[in-house]
């Protein structure tokens, strides 16, 4: 019984790690995503760059064309 729960302890902290993992290099996006935000409503930039996840880019392709009609010459 022992090594059973040795083994599924071991199992469950490399499962918890490998979620903790996926979920920081997946909100990696986000938070890029977030600081050209900062930029574009600094004035820095003009427009935001294109996201790597493709899910992201359909916002980013909207709210472009949004900023361009909206803002002032």
Sequence with gaps: MR???VALV?????LA???VIQVTL???SLDRLRADLARV???????LARPDVSE???WRQRSTRRWT???PF
């Excluded at 409503?41 to 427009?47: H, K, L, P, T, V």
């Design 3 to 5: 090594p059973l729960a």
């Design 10 to 14: 071991v199992l469950g902290l490399g």
């Design 17 to 19: 790690a490998a979620s």
């Design 26 to 28: 997946g909100l990696r």
């Design 41 to 47: 409503r600094a004035g820095d930039s003009d427009r």
């Design 56 to 58: 992201l880019r359909p």
């Design 69 to 71: 009609r909206t803002r």
